[in-house]
Each structure stands twice: as C-alpha cells, then as structure tokens.
C-alpha cells in the first residue's frame, strides 16, 4: 500500500515562510482531492488547511486565505503548500492528505510534518 511522504516543516521567525512537500512512495489511483490539514498540540482533531480536488477547486481555511498556496504536480500525485506571512498560531503538525475512490472514498495520511513558528 502507498504511504504518503512529506518534507518541508521546521522552524521559522514569526513572518517566514516555509514550503511542504507530499509524495506518495508508491502510485495511487483515482485520486480526488489533495490536501493538508494540522493539529496543534493538545488539539482535540485535525483541521482542514487547504484541498485541491482533481477538477482544480480549491479551499483554503478563513485562518490562512492570502498568505498559504496550494498546488498539485498530477503527473507525480505532489501536493505543496506553500506557506508565507507565518504567525505562531500558524505552529502545528501538519499532515497530507489524498482521498481516492475505489466504489467508496479512501484517505490515505502522511506522518505529518512540525512546523513551528516562533514570535
């Protein structure tokens, strides 16, 4: 089964910018959507960042319009998000997620990535 690999978290000064990354190890098909989403400590569940679906919708949560990019590399099933004007409360694990369908929907997770955001 593929596994979701990210890369890109670390530290960075409070108006840094950062870039994660997601590939998958091995090939996945009848991909969806494509995105990302965190936790920060001691959050009780996972939020929704920014999802790119296959048609090429995008969402982004209220917290990061106009300072974080979504983008997808189809041909290599890359996700990125590109992370600019960071804010402390920005400071999370962040996780990728793809969603497929194989006759129901099927989430696949990476191990997520810290990124941490200092003042």
């Known amino acids: 089964q593929a596994q979701l690999v990210e890369s890109g978290g670390g530290l960075v000064q409070a108006g840094g910018s950062l870039r994660l990354s997601c590939a998958p190890s091995g090939r996945i098909f009848n991909i969806n959507a494509m995105g990302w989403y965190r936790q920060a400590l001691g959050g009780t569940q996972r939020e929704l960042v920014a999802?790119?679906?296959?048609?090429?919708?995008?969402n982004y949560a209220d917290s990061v319009k106009g300072r974080f990019t979504i983008s997808r590399d189809n041909a290599k099933n890359t996700v990125y998000l590109q992370m600019n004007s960071l804010k402390p409360e920005d400071t999370a694990v962040y996780y990728c997620n793809v969603r497929a369908f194989y006759g129901s929907w099927y989430d696949y997770w990476g191990q997520g990535t810290q990124v941490t955001v200092s003042s």
């Open positions: 999802v790119i679906t296959g048609g090429g919708s995008i």
